[in-house]
């Protein structure tokens, strides 16, 4: 039989986290869902449950150093560590209407600390035991809102994030070329979910689609790449 292969996915508890967690689920990984407020992560992990979907539930807030340590000493100790890793937790801070010259430092510090730093720990704190067992699929959930060859106004701090996040996915997919290790980002394109709005034309089942794909490649798939609907897209 196959090894079962070990999926952490942050912001697991709703929108398309909770989708990808699911979809992986039903593709047989060993699924971490994590959240950082444990009573909605165990609340998500229950209604896998209801769908016959047992997964596991680590609390992980992506901007605690101390949370980051403690999952990958666990994963080490109880499995080995993680075969692959979806950088999905994000926010989008920025006030409707906002422009780069009434944009705040802060923002820019509290959303880098969700959509940047908090995926740059997590690879340099699983990409190590990932390339002792070279076997790795690292997505990042990135949005069309950081491609540069489409930047447009408004949102300023949300973009700088994506585009950042970008950067880490190229560059460190360049670094591990050959080491069994896949780095790719994604767009999910607008889906309605919390951040997405009730208007927003895709199913979270649509904006997972391309998170699922890239988590589940092949030895042989890309890397350093940017994808929606399975495509490759500018960056
Ligand atoms: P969402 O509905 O707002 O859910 C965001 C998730 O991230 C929640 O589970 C939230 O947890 C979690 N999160 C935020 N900060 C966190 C932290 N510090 N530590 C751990 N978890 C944290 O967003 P979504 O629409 O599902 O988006 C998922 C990803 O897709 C994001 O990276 C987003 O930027 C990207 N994306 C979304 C769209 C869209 O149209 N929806 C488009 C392009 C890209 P809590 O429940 O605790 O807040």
């Avoid at 950082?36 to 901007?63: I, M, P, S, Y």
């Avoid at 067992?133 to 701090?157: C, E, F, H, K, W």
């Avoid at 949300?158 to 980002?185: C, F, P």
């Amino acid at each position: 039989m196959a090894e079962q292969r070990i999926a952490v996915v942050t912001g697991g508890n709703r929108g398309i986290g909770f989708e990808i967690c699911r979809q992986l689920a039903r593709k047989g990984l060993r699924v971490m869902l994590t959240a950082r407020n444990e009573t909605r992560g165990k609340a998500a992990q229950r209604k896998l449950a209801g769908e016959g979907l047992e997964v596991a539930f680590l609390r992980l807030d992506v901007t605690s150093a101390r949370d980051i340590t403690a999952l990958a000493r666990f994963l080490d100790k109880t499995h080995g560590g993680p075969d692959v890793l979806v950088n999905n937790a994000g926010v989008m801070l920025d006030p409707r209407g906002s422009r780069v010259l009434d944009s705040k430092t802060k923002a820019y510090q509290d959303t880098l600390a969700a959509n940047f730093y908090g995926p740059l720990a997590l690879m340099q704190a699983l990409v190590p035991n990932m390339k002792k067992r070279r076997y790795g699929r690292i997505v990042n959930l990135s949005s069309g809102l950081g491609q540069l060859s489409d930047m447009g106004a408004g949102t300023p701090t949300y973009r700088v994030s994506k585009t950042a996040l970008n950067v880490l996915t190229r560059t460190l997919a360049a670094e591990l070329k050959g080491t069994g290790i896949l780095v790719n980002s994604m767009c999910p394109g607008w889906v309605r979910t919390d951040m997405g709005g009730p208007n927003a034309p895709r199913t979270v089942e649509q904006g997972a689609d391309t998170a699922v794909w890239l988590a589940t490649l092949p030895e042989d798939g890309p890397s350093g790449g940017f994808f929606r609907d399975r495509k490759a897209i500018p960056w």
